[in-house]
């Protein structure tokens, strides 16, 4: 079976750091580009890092820029994601999804992403994981 499995949620106190981890099972990550999302309640799914379904750039959301860094380790088939300075709107519950480097299904709709001020749509991503809570509150 093919999926992705996330951790390293919890509580955290506003001003704090996190990091998340994204494990593959059933597949290899070399082949794939990890997008990472996030979605709190009441609110649509948003991308944070993705690729643009218009142009296949990586976007990173207005949201976190300057506080996210992303990082993939392919021996370990793991990919991560880290938030710095969070505040009790990162409160939400995150995602990671993957979609294979050669495939990438440009012009295709997916999660909506706001770069720059626009609101742009990443591509459709493939395979999701169940997302894991991050609740920032002091």
């Known amino acids: 079976q093919l999926q992705l499995v996330e951790s390293g949620g919890g509580l955290v106190q506003p001003g704090g750091s996190l990091r998340l981890s994204c494990a593959s099972s059933?597949?290899?990550?070399?082949?794939?580009?990890i997008g990472w999302f996030r979605q709190a309640p009441g609110r649509d799914r948003e991308g944070l890092l993705c690729?643009?379904?218009?142009?296949?750039?990586?976007y990173t959301a207005d949201s976190v820029m300057g506080r996210i860094t992303v990082s993939k380790d392919n021996s370990k088939n793991t990919a991560y994601l880290q938030l710095d300075n969070l505040q009790p709107d990162d409160t939400a519950k995150y995602y990671c999804?993957?979609?294979?480097?050669?495939?990438?299904?440009?012009?295709?709709?997916?999660?909506?992403?706001?770069?720059?001020?626009?609101?742009?749509?990443?591509?459709?991503?493939?395979?999701w994981g169940q997302g894991t809570q991050v609740t920032v509150s002091s």
């Open positions: 999804a993957a979609v294979e480097m050669w495939s990438i299904p440009l012009g295709d709709p997916g999660v909506k992403i706001r770069e720059s001020g626009r609101v742009l749509s990443c591509v459709p991503y493939t395979y």
């Open positions: 059933g597949f290899r990550l070399d082949s794939y580009a």
């Open positions: 690729y643009g379904s218009d142009d296949g750039r990586t």
